[in-house]
T-cell receptor, first 115, second 112 residues
Framework: ETGVTQSPTHLIKTRGQQVTLRCSSQ?????VSWYQQALGQGPQFIFQ???????GRGNFPPRFSGLQFPNYSSELNVNALELDDSALYLC??????????????FGAGSRLTVL | LAKTTQPISMDSYEGQEVNITCSHN???????ITWYQQFPSQGPRFIIQ???TKVTNEVASLFIPADRKSSTLSLPRVSLSDTAVYYC?????????????FGQGTTLQVKP
């Protein structure tokens, strides 16, 4: 089975720009979650998608938005980038319930630097 | 979602057993306890999950007392490659899957 893949692995943007990060879920998983991890901190939950709809959101402003596609892949979009958005963005997939629920499979992340 | 408390850092030597304890006083009846390992510039990796008593897999053991207000991750005979950050999380296995709250984790440094 394939794991979670994210792209791009690294990118540099300037303040005010917009960015789209992509994620392919692990085979058999139907839920995608996005996390932001600042240097030296634990991952912070941004939002979760299930059945192509947002299914829970953390304490992030509306300029953080996402999509889930029928094949369970996902995008994270961030508008009006700020310097504090510089972080590792992690995508994680899982099953919504049953055996394996509450076990997240993470990708390697996309490292975003905002200048 | 229950909050967890764990030591910020621990040091150990190769070949020793390492025990990392996590407190979760407000754990709910249907919450599971899950531990993840993270290396620099990588995503967290699932280590072990349990509900009560003891769980063991090829990597680690997880000890959970009867009141479930704490848990201990045990890593047998650590090696240098076990140097990483270890996160303890609690959450249930249904509708809020993925909405897990990570703390700062425990940074384990294994020395030769």
């Amino acid at each position: 089975e394939t794991g979670v893949t994210q792209s791009p692995t690294h990118l540099i943007k300037t303040r005010g720009q917009q960015v789209t990060l992509r994620c392919s879920s692990q085979s058999g998983h139907n839920t995608v979650s996005w996390y932001q991890q600042a240097l030296g901190q634990g991952p912070q939950f941004i939002f979760q998608y299930y059945r192509e709809e947002e299914n829970g959101r953390g304490n992030f402003p509306p300029r953080f938005s996402g999509l889930q596609f029928p094949n369970y892949s996902s995008e994270l979009n961030v508008n009006a980038l700020e310097l504090d958005d510089s972080a590792l963005y992690l995508c994680a997939s899982s099953v919504v319930r049953g055996v394996g629920a509450n076990v997240l499979t993470f990708g390697a992340g996309s490292r975003l630097t905002v200048l | 979602l229950a909050k967890t408390t764990q030591p910020i850092s621990m040091d150990s030597y190769e070949g020793q057993e390492v025990n990392i304890t996590c407190s979760h006083n407000n754990i709910a009846t249907n919450d599971y306890i899950t531990w993840y390992q993270q290396f620099p510039s990588q995503g967290p990796r699932f280590i072990i999950q349990g509900y009560k008593t003891k769980v063991t897999n090829e990597v680690a053991s997880l000890f959970i007392p009867a009141d479930r207000k704490s848990s201990t991750l045990s890593l047998p005979r650590v090696s240098l490659s076990d140097t990483a950050v270890y996160y303890c999380l609690v959450g249930n296995g249904s509708s809020n899957t993925g909405k897990l709250i990570f703390g700062q984790g425990t940074t384990l440094q294994v020395k030769p």
